[in-house]
């Protein structure tokens, strides 16, 4: 799959997102993940894991990512692109959290532009999601969860 020309210049030119987002994923990272096209992440747990349901989610720990979301038709979806080129690495094994199996993963740029969420601040997210209740998951496939048949 590769990115629409002038999309990637397009995305480059929004300001970059800090921070943590969400994709929903069914098992361990364990090797890099270059992109060759652009990867959209949330940063609601929810859209990400089906309502906090889902088999599992990579946490992405964000330094380059763009914030797509003030300019989507959907800013509900909090969408974070990430741009070819980029390197996702894993930054440490999957494990359970407040019932969800999660991996954190990173952008391969210097340690000194990452912060690492402890699981404590990561179980403070899902438990944040859980109180604010289910959101609708039409758009939800975006950003990897997919309904437990189709994993």
Known sequence: ???????????????????????????????????DT????????????????SVGAIVIVSATGRDVAP????????????LPGTTLVPLGPRHIIDGIPVQVIGESVPASDLVVPTDEVLEGAIRIARGLGPVALDRATRFGWRPQGDV
């Open 1 to 35: 799959m590769s990115t629409a020309p002038g999309l990637a210049d397009a995305l480059g030119a929004l300001p970059r997102y800090r921070g943590l987002c969400w994709r929903g994923f069914p098992r361990e990272i364990t090797a890099p993940i270059p992109l």
């Open 71 to 82: 300019l989507s038709a959907f800013p509900q979806d909090e969408e974070i692109a990430f």
């Open 38 to 53: 652009v990867l959209p992440a949330t940063r609601d747990v929810r859209l990400a894991t089906g309502n906090l349901g």
